[in-house]
């Protein structure tokens, strides 16, 4: 049988100073990891929950974005036609849209930031059905009429129902707040894809995407097979969720390697603080160590008990680090979202998955800062230890 | 019967045959004992003397498996533990030595109780039975009533009653006392010996003791001296009732 564990628990407790130490480092550490990682699960999340599995996306071939897309009325027309479209009473589930980007003042500091504002098809509500007005009304077709999501109506100063706003060389009417569940739609401007489209002095019967509404997530190849083969198209079609996985990638990456690396650097300083803990565990307590091994507990068994207490000591860092960084879950904050140029809001998302994950990194980090001092402690000569002050 | 003469018989519990121990120091080879024979039977209490550094305890570290020799041979009960492996030791030690240390040894963080039962966690026993074990053991020592005290709750004498208990509740087959009674005052030091003398005399214990007091020593069956790394006889002395050093 093992060294009791309450040898580990009391002994820890006996030396709370020098564990505190410790504990704070990898507490730290795990906080600074978590709070990384939910940002950048944040932004993710947010395009994500974006799309829909059972929208796809049509673009120009060859287009990284909605940006540098296009797609004519007379293309839009034809895929209306094909089959896995799903159809209202009023016709066809699809929503031919345009993009531009304005900018409007941020409530938090009156600087401009930059706004997507996407002009849809009157059945935009009806592709995404996700999507609800929660104030005022949806645009009237043909009239210069926004609809905003709920963080634009909370960031941006002149967005607000009733206010006249001008851009584009044009002036606009606010009519109305949609909810988009948290997602980037929440970030943007809604009008009449035509009206922006005339306003911008663009050409009429050219949008940048489609949305199409399916029968169900299954009828996508079937969708996508019939645009392949048409020779009049030469369109992309992708899931929409997959379209804004896409979209979310760069700032992911970036947000994660930058945090992975300051979480390494700082989870080097918190296995040196382990390790010094540890260390001086384990000269602190030679005689007690030569006594057990006197007694007949084994090396093995000293390994794993001074492991124990190192996965003790980085285990309560680890709570201590995650519970540190809960008040940050649902916090709002915004980023460019470098594919579109325009700002987004979303929110740090702190899961019980990504606690896990910290919890884990701090038991690495007991681990790596209690062997080498348990192996010490094995390997010291029992019979002058015993003799040890 | 105790002999340093290497002419023991099959009797001997513990037979040490031209045992030699050298260490390195600076490149200096300096021999702490030299071709020591030892023969002690089954419930015989031996006390070793000597002057500092002749040896005394690193004969102790030998017979208990805590050090390996430079030359010679150990058995006990059977067993030759010269060449057994490390690991093969410490399932030897856990077997068959009880320790005595003079500074106690206990650990500071666990209760009497947790410390007695240490090397009964290396026993298949169960949980029920080890406390048996444990409450039996602190009843011989007369320590029924600080059974949940920590060491810093206890005397120096209740302390060394406890590594008593520590010691012989596993039932080894021979209990070492490195200087049991060398941090106790003289009151302590006597129980402390007449706790020893009733574990040889009424449950025939095997005790191989190094003391540096002569009143100590003088309890043990036999006082063996050590001398420039050799054991000499210095008196056999005839078992006493306890009560009492002589």
């Known amino acids: 049988m ?80 094909f089959p896995g479209v799903a159809h209202a009473s009023t016709g066809p589930l699809v929503t031919p849209e345009v993009v531009v980007i304005a900018p409007f003042p941020l409530l938090s500091t009156g600087t401009d930031a930059n706004v997507q504002v996407r002009g849809v098809s009157p059945r935009a509500l009806d592709v ?12 009237q077709p043909g009239l210069a009429e926004l609809v905003v999501g709920r963080n634009v109506d909370k960031t941006y100063a002149g967005l607000n129902i009733g206010d006249s706003v001008k851009f584009g060389g044009g002036t606009w009417r606010v009519v109305g707040v949609f909810d988009a569940g948290g997602s980037a739609f929440d970030s943007e401007v809604w009008c009449d894809a035509r009206v922006l489209n005339q306003i911008y002095h663009r050409p009429e019967n050219i949008y940048q995407s489609l949305t199409v ?14 645009a392949t083969a048409d020779p009049r198209l030469t369109v992309d079609v992708s899931p929409e969720i997959e379209y804004y996985a896409k979209q979310s990638r760069t ?139 | 019967m105790v002999r340093v003469d290497g002419g023991g018989g099959s009797n001997s519990l513990i037979k040490a045959r031209g045992l030699g121990k050298t260490y390195s120091r600076g490149g200096e080879q300096i021999q702490v004992l030299q071709a020591l024979n030892l023969d002690v039977e089954q419930g015989e209490f031996v006390a070793f003397m000597g002057p500092s550094g002749s040896g005394k305890t690193t004969l102790l570290n030998l017979l208990g498996g805590l050090d390996v020799p430079s030359a010679g041979s150990i058995t006990v009960a059977g067993d030759e533990i010269t060449h057994m492996s490390r690991s093969r030791l410490t399932q030897w030690r856990a077997r068959h030595v009880g320790f005595i240390f003079q500074m106690y040894n206990l650990i500071p963080v666990l209760t009497a109780f947790q410390n007695v039962e240490l090397p009964l966690l290396l026993t298949s026993l169960s949980k029920a039975q080890r ?36 010691a012989i509740v596993s039932d080894p087959t021979f209990l ?16 402390i010996m007449e706790l020893l003398l009733r574990l040889v005399k009424d449950h025939k214990k095997t005790v191989l003791m190094v003391t540096h007091d002569p009143v100590v020593a003088a309890r043990a069956d036999v006082t063996l001296h050590l001398e420039k790394g050799v054991l ?7 078992p006493v009732a306890s009560g009492g050093v002589r």
């Not at chain 1, 995404?128 to 645009?139: E, H, L």
Request: contains cysteine; proline residues 3%; glycine residues 10%.
């Open chain 1, 2 to 81: 093992a060294i009791p564990v309450v040898y580990n628990l009391r002994s820890v407790k006996e030396r709370w100073t020098s564990a505190v130490v410790a504990v704070l480092g990898i507490a730290g550490t795990v906080g600074v990891f978590i709070a990384m990682l939910s940002l950048a699960f944040g932004f993710k999340a947010t395009l994500v929950s974006s799309g829909s599995t059972d929208n796809a996306m049509v673009r120009r071939a060859g287009s990284t974005s909605e940006m540098d897309s296009s797609i004519s009325l007379d293309q839009v027309k034809i895929m209306e036609e």
């Open chain 2, 232 to 238: 000499v006889e210095a008196g056999r002395l005839q």
């Open chain 1, 251 to 389: 700032l992911t990456t970036l947000i994660v390697v930058l945090g992975g690396i300051v979480a390494f650097v700082m989870g080097i300083g918190a296995v040196f603080g382990a390790l010094n803990t540890m260390y001086s565990a384990v000269a602190e307590r030679s005689r007690e160590i030569a006594t057990l091994r006197a007694l007949g507990f084994g090396a093995g068994s000293v390994v794993f008990s001074f492991m124990i207490e190192a996965l003790l000591i980085s285990l309560v860092g680890g709570l201590l680090g995650s519970v540190a960084v809960l008040p940050l879950n649902g916090l709002t904050t915004g980023a460019m979202n470098w594919q579109t140029f325009s700002h987004l809001a979303f929110a740090f998302r702190i899961t019980p998955g990504l606690l896990g994950l910290g919890i884990i990194f701090a038991l690495l980090m007991g681990i790596l800062g209690g062997f080498f001092p348990a192996l010490r402690a094995a390997r010291r000569p029992v019979a002058p230890a015993l003799r040890a002050m």
């Open chain 1, 213 to 226: 509404h399916l029968d169900s997530a299954n009828s996508l190849q079937q969708f996508k097979d019939a």
């Open chain 2, 131 to 166: 406390r048996q074990h444990v409450e039996t053991a602190l009843g011989v020592v007369g320590l029924s009533d600080r059974m949940h005290h920590f060491p810093r709750q206890l005397s120096g004498g209740q302390e060394q009653r406890v590594t008593i208990a520590r």
């Open chain 2, 176 to 191: 070492l006392c490195d200087e049991p009674t060398g941090d106790l005052d003289r009151k302590s030091a006597d129980e």
């Open chain 1, 128 to 139: 995404r059905s996700k999507i609800k007005m929660v104030q005022g009304r949806f645009f």
